[in-house]
């Protein structure tokens, strides 16, 4: 075992159901690789590729969708828990999870699921991720992944119920306002919450991992966006629009910032060797430079967290015995390109447009399934109907039937559905 490991105790590898050794012959991994690899196979991981990360999947080859996004997120936290000592494996199969719960359509999408189940425990992206985690997923009966309780508690972004939720404010990282709360884990899943929170004692902290996991989510799609947006010609790095941009990450993001301070971040972002002089061409030459950009982002951010993390503290940096350090300049840089994204990209009227039609679709999606129900459910949900004691239970079984859905199936399936009503 290496020194890794051993930071790391019988309690970190105690699954919710035992398992007994594998085979001899089998391949060996430890606990925490075995996790990962559950992630990696699930099939709710694969279905990410067919769901909205900022733009629809179908709408360019280049743009990136949930499950390439999710490789990207996952990179950037296992190189930093690496580099801080904390266990990459837990880091990664935290940051491969963290969108698993995504319905169709993203934000806007969970916006519409939420709204609809309003009276039924509301949906939250996070909790149907800790739902899949711990009971959708098919790999034991009745513990979803059955993971390890370290790293079911590193993808538990928030860890509180609904009731425990502070009041929603600000937007997703795709700009749809928060219009609902956010919570880790619905109140008919709170066993498997509370045994993997068993032994902390600060309700409303996360564990580093967790925090390695949401910083490289932050840092991912900040710069991610900006390097999409720019290859669709909607951003040229070289002419922003400044008091523009700066009212869209005010009343996005950062509503204390002046003009003065936003200029300030925006020079020590362009005083970035790689940051460009001209306008992007779509050559190999200027994507390779753009891609030099997004690299030298990335570890400028996750290097100044690491060196104001072990400024603070000397660890180790496992679980509880330390927390994540982001300086307030790491902060406002991620804001900015976060701002600059969300007014070239974001803000435009025919992805507004779009929304409101894939808010409908699932509305009335949702209102025939509960209708034709258990008939038109999948064979996977059909037992979670039967065992449903009561109508919340039934919703709840119809918007894990629709959550789980793609873009494209979803489209598919109201146009089957809706069409015979």
């Not at 099939?43 to 743009?63: E, H, I, N, W, Y």
């Not at 749809?176 to 929170?197: C, H, I, N, Q, S």
Request: net charge negative; hydrophobic share 40%; with cysteine.
């Amino acid at each position: 075992m290496d020194e890794v490991e051993k930071r790391y105790d019988a309690a970190d590898r105690e699954r919710i159901v035992p398992e007994p050794p594998k085979r001899v012959d089998a391949p060996e991994r430890k606990p925490f690789e075995r996790d990962r690899a559950r992630v990696v196979h699930a099939a709710s991981f694969r279905r990410l590729a067919a769901k909205t990360q900022v733009v629809g999947p179908q709408s360019d080859d280049f743009v990136r969708n949930r499950l390439t996004h999710s490789l990207e997120v996952a990179q950037i936290a296992r190189d930093l828990s690496r580099a801080l000592g904390t266990h990459p494996d837990i880091a990664e199969t935290a940051a491969l999870a963290h969108d698993l719960g995504h319905p169709p359509f993203g934000h806007n999408g969970e916006r519409a699921l939420n709204r609809l189940a309003a009276d039924h425990g509301g949906f939250e992206g996070n909790a149907q991720t800790l739902r899949l985690l711990t009971r959708l997923e098919a790999k034991t009966p009745g513990a979803g992944l059955n993971l390890t309780r370290a790293t079911l508690d590193a993808c538990t972004k928030y860890p509180w119920p609904l009731a425990g939720a502070p009041v929603p404010g600000g937007v997703h990282a795709d700009g749809m306002t928060r219009e609902g709360a956010k919570f880790g884990v619905y109140d008919d899943d709170l066993p498997a919450f509370d045994w993997l929170r068993q032994g902390v004692t600060d309700s409303r902290r996360r564990c580093v991992e967790a925090q390695v996991m949401d910083l490289a989510d932050d840092v991912a799609y900040s710069v991610h966006d900006v390097e999409d947006g720019t290859v669709a010609g909607t951003i040229d790095l070289t002419r922003l629009d400044r008091a523009a941009v700066w009212e869209t990450v005010r009343s996005w993001y950062a509503p204390d910032l002046s003009d003065a301070d936003l200029d300030a971040v925006l020079a020590r972002l362009q005083q970035i060797g790689s940051w460009p002089t001209a306008a992007y061409d779509g050559t190999r030459g200027s994507l390779a430079a753009l891609k030099n950009l997004t690299s030298d982002l990335i570890g400028r951010f996750c290097g100044a967290v690491q060196q104001a993390t072990f400024a603070a503290s000397a660890g180790p940096f496992v679980r509880y015995r330390a927390d994540l350090v982001i300086p307030a300049d790491t902060w406002t840089e991620i804001t900015v390109l976060k701002g600059v994204a969300a007014h070239y990209v974001m803000q435009a009227d025919e992805r507004v447009a779009v929304q409101a039609r894939q808010r409908e679709l699932l509305a009335e999606l949702v209102t025939v399934l509960l209708d034709r129900a258990p008939d038109e459910l999948d064979e996977a949900f059909l037992a979670d109907w039967q065992d449903a004691t009561d109508d919340s239970a039934r919703f709840r079984v119809v918007i894990d039937q629709v959550a789980s859905l793609t873009d494209a199936s979803a489209v598919a399936w109201h146009a089957r559905l809706a069409a015979t009503r």
